[in-house]
């Protein structure tokens, strides 16, 4: 098995390596390389949908989108729209000459929620012979690329991120699902400095796409 280093800060690429939902040590396996790398490509492994769904479940614990839509996307051009019936837990996300997206800016998956996910595993099905390429960044180092007096600013800060911002033009003309939803997922607090609870690393935890410092 070969791992490939992409970059000084961020990614790592694990070649000739099977994602086998029955490996007991499957789980121990990505996570350490996730916690060291924070992005890891598997290569060749022409995962179906049901051992998708179980590698998954080996890795961590899954969940339902909550804006999730079995007919189409909730707000065309991004997540969530949900392509397989038995599996709600999978979002599709395409992109076509019709649906461009308006996703297409540093965001973190589901910032918003109470307690936002530790990872996302993502599937590439079909991909353009050119360009479509998505980009991470590591928000830890960008912390620890700061000044001292700099980390002493952001330092006890909070963002508030709000799903509004994103999913709000799903329920046009709906006020009355809007107010249920916005009761049932408010609007969260989080510090801007976050500390990673297996790593203790700081990391920068905001985004222009549902993130408002205060």
Not at 32 to 60: C, N, P
Not at 99 to 105: E, F, M, V
Request: proline residues 7%; aromatic residues 10%; contains cysteine.
């Amino acid at each position: 098995m070969a791992r490939t280093r992409l970059g000084t800060h961020i990614g790592v690429v694990v070649d000739d390596y099977r994602l086998d939902p029955a490996d007991p040590g499957l789980r121990d396996f990505v996570t350490e390389l996730l916690l060291q790398h924070k992005v890891v490509f598997f290569k060749s492994q022409h995962l179906d949908r049901h051992t998708f769904m179980q590698v998954a479940k080996r890795i961590g614990r899954t969940e339902v989108h909550p804006f999730i839509s079995e007919d189409e996307p909730v707000v065309h051009g991004i997540s969530p729209f949900q392509p397989y019936h038995e599996y709600p837990e999978i979002t599709g996300i395409y992109h076509d000459e019709e649906h461009t997206g308006n996703l297409n800016a540093w965001h973190s998956d589901l910032n918003w929620r109470e307690v936002p996910t530790f990872g996302s595993l993502l599937r590439a099905v079909q991909i353009p012979p050119r360009g479509g390429d998505t980009c991470w960044a590591n928000m830890a180092a960008a912390y620890a690329s700061l000044s001292s007096e700099v980390k002493e600013q952001l330092d006890g800060l909070r963002v508030v991120h709000d799903w509004m911002q994103i999913y709000f033009p799903a329920f046009d003309g709906n006020d009355e699902t809007l107010a249920r939803m916005r009761e049932k997922y408010p609007a969260q607090s989080h510090p801007l400095v976050l500390t990673h609870p297996f790593t203790g690393e700081k990391s920068l935890f905001s985004n222009k796409v549902s993130g408002v410092r205060v």
